[in-house]
């Protein structure tokens, strides 16, 4: 008989600190739902939860920690993501919190549903081996399917779900099998023991070009990319943004894109910094096919849904660029990035909620004729949204893209910076046209069409401008905070 | 013994099935199959892998796919229970989905 | 023997997977599914993962196929085509994916032995179940228990996803 030995394993509560409250909070959030259909009760639960567990970050923000066999790692970059992360989660759930009824979308379970996915994303933005990353994702997702699968059967929530789930357990079945070939060739999962066990090939001269290797690296990738919405991998994006509920996908395109870059970004520079030559040069391509589609196929969109879900293809392409980058600036730049991205694009989205009837969505362009007379605040804020997707310079948008770009730029990449620029221009277009006809087209429905700016979508809508025009004044104060954080993934 | 080079091949026939089965069929149950055997066949390179270095980490990842598909298909048949009763009713919801 | 057994086995769970792909009835398609499941739990037998080989059998082959079959007949869906719309880069892309993976297939194939193996006496254990949850236990508890949290979502999702909506539907006639 083998004896058992059993190490009892040690609980490292700072490292599990924030994704384990938030997912024992969500738990709690469904055994209250039990008890009362109040979504107020709920909303508010939530909206603590969140606070709670962001502070739990702030507790020991600054030191690096790692546990339970290195598969979970605390860091400055790690919580600074997280808080990314929480802010845009809260937001979410302002802007849907009078939406869902609104569209009979009553269940209480939207709210532990979507804590329950954010759980996942910090989880996935502090794993640091390949089976957390994997676990992360996962975790995401499946709550992500039955999100956007919520309103079925309403809209074309059911086929984007089903949608989603297929190309999702695609970009699954592409993840396990890329983590075996690394794992079959390095014999780690762990990032920074497969950086090891890399060095120790190149100094006994083994090739690091393995063909198996790299096909392992690239299904990962190819995983994540998914997730992201990159190049070749977007085709599920516009059809699934539509589909689901507006907030769901408001939430889909900010929090899942970061993140999913966060594990990228680790993935890459932990543990495959020696091939980093191979990956900037494929990933530069995509990242420019990237940039390049997202904002050409935007320009011809008349469905400002699907015209959101192009511009996100878009940004994917521009965060895609700190990621290659690659350096202490690139990350920092990212993380800027993913901050503005963040509110500019809950804040639009809000505007559509806003605009949103029950049963019957306004997402045509031409829906948003006479909005500056209509309702000019509502226009105002669309309008700073636009300018910071766009780029234009008092807003969050330009600094971030600015980062980017320099970063960019300063790690020779400077093809990517410049295809970055041009498509910027090319953007301003498509978001200026948004602009031009909320402000200069009359309406020509004779029957004026209702607004829904209640109290809490105001709020968030009012938080994404002050938040942009703050980043945008003084983009100082937060590329400071995301500066040294760098240093622990890029080690 | 066989080697693990026949045993990372056949499961590298299998995933290439189930990607091209994802990709062409058109049956979105034959599609959601494929992906199962995708992630099954993942699961045979890992369990090879695990035997070729004579530890069992490969062998718990599988563990974990296993469970993490058992999650999935429960979804993914949840959903697709819930469009086919739509489809049903659909005419009904339509009719009262009006403004108001 | 081993050999024997190996080629056989990989014949039926190629032919399996293969005849999964293309058969158009999708009942027919579980079942071949099915057989190729346990022909590769056999497999895992072989690979001194017998623990694992249950599992196969009991988890996959066993309650996850017959959830497939169970709402394939329930739906009466043995030909459900869902999405109406083809998207035409599907094919072209799935045909180059398959060309590329094959061109791997073809590597590994004719890289032979590179793969290192490890003495046999050294692997009779790894797949016991003494040792997997010793190591489950340990050295994996947070994946292990994440994926309880894993396994809730899936389950409030499911409940989310299939009850009726009795309510929603009470308020529209109101």
Redesign the interface.
């Known amino acids: 008989m083998n004896d058992l030995t059993f190490v009892t394993p040690e609980i490292n509560w700072t490292v599990l600190g924030m994704p384990a409250f938030l997912m024992i909070w969500a738990m709690l959030v469904l055994i209250v739902d039990m008890f009362t259909s109040d979504r107020r009760v709920l909303i508010t639960l939530s909206l603590i939860g969140l606070g709670v567990t962001a502070a739990l970050g702030a507790l020991d923000y600054g030191s690096t920690v790692s546990g339970f066999s290195d598969m979970l790692v605390f860091d400055k970059f790690g919580v600074l993501v997280n808080w990314i992360l929480l802010a845009g989660t809260a937001l979410t759930l302002l802007i849907a919190f009078d939406y869902m009824p609104r569209q009979n979308l009553n269940q209480g379970e939207f709210y532990p549903l979507v804590l329950f996915a954010t759980s996942g994303m910090l989880f996935l933005v502090q794993a640091t081996d390949l089976v957390t990353i994997f676990i992360g994702v996962e975790t995401l997702s499946i709550a992500l399917y039955v999100l956007t699968g919520f309103a079925v059967p309403q809209f074309k929530s059911g086929e984007a779900a089903i949608k989603y789930l297929l190309l999702g357990g695609f970009a699954a079945g592409f993840l396990v099998y890329g983590i075996a070939l690394i794992y079959g060739m390095t014999g780690k999962t762990n990032l920074a023991q497969i950086a090891t066990e890399l060095s120790t090939w190149q100094s006994t001269g083994k090739a690091l070009d393995d063909p198996i290797l790299l096909a392992g690296v690239g299904f990962v990738l190819i995983a994540l990319g998914f997730k992201v919405s990159m190049f070749p991998f977007h085709a599920w994006t516009p059809d699934v943004y539509e589909g689901a509920p507006t907030p769901v996908t408001a939430y889909m395109s900010v929090a899942t894109k970061g993140a999913a870059f966060a594990a990228m970004l680790r993935f890459l520079n932990v543990a495959f910094p020696a091939l980093k030559p191979e990956w900037q040069l494929l990933f530069g391509l995509f990242a420019a096919a990237t940039m390049v589609y997202g904002n050409i196929v935007a320009v011809a969109q008349s469905n400002l849904k699907r015209m959101l879900a192009y511009s996100s293809i878009a940004h994917a392409g521009y965060m895609l660029l700190g990621v290659l980058a690659a350096s202490e600036k690139g990350i920092s730049a990212f993380t800027v990035y993913l901050l503005a991205y963040t509110l500019t694009n809950l804040g639009a989205f809000a505007v559509l909620i806003a605009l949103e009837n029950r049963g019957m969505p306004v997402f045509e362009l031409k829906d948003l004729r006479g909005l500056g007379k209509r309702s000019p605040l509502l226009a105002l804020a669309m309008t700073v949204f636009m300018f910071s997707l766009a780029g234009v310079p008092p807003t969050a948008g330009f600094a971030s893209k600015f980062g980017i770009f320099r970063a960019a730029w300063d790690a020779n990449l400077d093809y990517l910076a410049i295809i970055g620029v041009i498509t910027s221009v090319v953007s301003a277009f498509f978001y200026l046209r948004v602009i031009v006809t909320m402000w200069m087209r009359d309406a020509e429905a004779t029957e004026p069409q209702p607004t829904y700016a209640t109290a809490s979508l105001s709020l968030g809508v009012l938080v994404a401008v002050i938040g942009i025009v703050a980043v945008g004044i003084a983009p100082n104060i937060f590329t400071d905070l995301a500066k040294a954080l760098v240093l622990t993934v890029a080690q | ?87 049903k ?2 005419n009904i ?1 339509d009719v ?5 | 023997m081993e050999t024997f057994l190996f080629i056989t086995t990989a014949i039926v769970a190629v032919g399996a997977a293969l005849a999964m792909v293309l058969s158009s009835n999708a009942v027919h398609s579980a079942l071949f599914l099915i057989l190729n499941f346990c022909s590769v739990a056999i497999l895992y037998f072989l690979l001194r993962a017998p623990f694992l080989g249950a599992v196969q059998v009991t988890v996959y082959a066993g309650a996850i196929m017959v959830l497939f079959l169970f709402v394939i007949m329930l739906l009466g869906a043995e030909n459900a085509e869902l999405g109406e719309e083809k998207i035409g880069w599907q094919k072209p892309a799935g045909l180059i994916l398959g060309v590329a993976l094959l061109a791997e297939i073809g590597y590994v194939a004719y890289r032979g032995t590179k793969l290192i193996d490890a003495p046999v006496a050294d692997a009779t254990n790894i797949g016991a179940p003494t040792t997997i949850s010793a190591k489950l236990f340990s050295t994996y508890l947070l994946p292990f228990e994440v994926i309880s949290i894993l396994l809730l979502i899936a389950v409030v999702g499911t409940v989310v996803l299939t009850r009726r909506r009795v309510v929603a539907r009470e308020e529209r006639q109101s």
């Open positions: 013994m066989i080697s693990t080079n026949a045993y990372v091949l056949l499961s590298a026939i299998l995933f290439t099935i189930g990607v091209v089965g994802v990709l062409v069929r058109r049956n979105v149950i034959i599609m959601f199959m494929s992906v199962e055997l995708m992630l099954n066949s993942a699961n045979l390179a890992l369990i090879a892998f695990s035997r070729a270095r004579a530890e069992s980490d490969g062998q718990i990842m599988t563990f974990f796919v296993i469970a993490v598909a058992a999650a999935e298909v429960a979804v993914g048949l949840a959903l697709l229970v819930s469009i086919f009763r739509a489809k009713t659909t919801d009262n989905t009006l403004k108001g």
